[in-house]
């Protein structure tokens, strides 16, 4: 996603939070209007409501600076986020989790603004952040994407604790032999293309997840994508990193 002009903000209903000193200084700005980042689309490419989806840590999520984007494998990473030196601070850090990236700014949610400040119309305040481990508020998720079909596949992996940000995907029917899908863009997207050779509806498909940083052994999920798939569904597992 583009820097928005310092002319367009007003329009949009932002308000701008700059950051400091813990990481290199950004500035971190906050959507006013309910359908704003919680409401998908951005440069990670999630889709749907994401207020209430514990996937997204319940709407607490961010867009976050091109410095920590790494190229869309900041997609899903967490980081903490606090208030300082305003009048509006709340002592409460929040936690957030990356779903597009905005300049050298923090893009806060609504829902993670109102957990650092008591006041939305506070402007400018200077906030504190690190880069930390995401919150495991259940099993891991793989959403199939729409338009999906067994030559041209494309997934997400949703809600991955620790490090958050997906570095690897491979696909395997059998558990044995791998095959690695690409990124798609910048995106939190993953595509196999043509796919026919690995992916098909009447075989059920394992997947192999690396996330970002190497600190994390790969999680292999069974029957990650069960026979009969379909375009458009997001499968869930019971467990996580």
Known sequence: MAPIPPSSLAC????????STLLPSANA?????SEGINSGGGACNYEGNLRDDPLFNNGMTAMIPHSRYENGKGCGTCYEVECLN?????????????????GE????????????????????????YRGVDCPNNGGIAVKI???????WFAIQVLGAAGAGGVDLLELSTDGENWTSMSQLGNSATWTLNPAKDVVDVGVAVNLRVTLVGGAQQ????????????????????????
């Open 12 to 19: 949009l209903g932002f308000l701008v939070v700059l950051a």
């Open 29 to 33: 700005v906050y959507a006013t209007f």
């Open 86 to 102: 305003h009048a509006s601070c709340r002592s409460s850090v929040v936690t957030v989790r990356a779903v597009g990236v905005q």
């Open 105 to 128: 700014d923090f893009l806060l949610s609504d829902t993670a603004w109102d957990e650092i400040s008591n006041d939305r119309s506070a402007g400018r305040v200077e906030i504190r």
């Open 145 to 151: 994407m729409p338009g999906s079909n067994p030559y």
């Open 218 to 241: 790969p999680l292999v999920w069974t029957d990650a994508i069960p026979v009969g798939w379909s375009a458009g569904t997001t499968y869930h597992a019971d467990g996580n990193f």
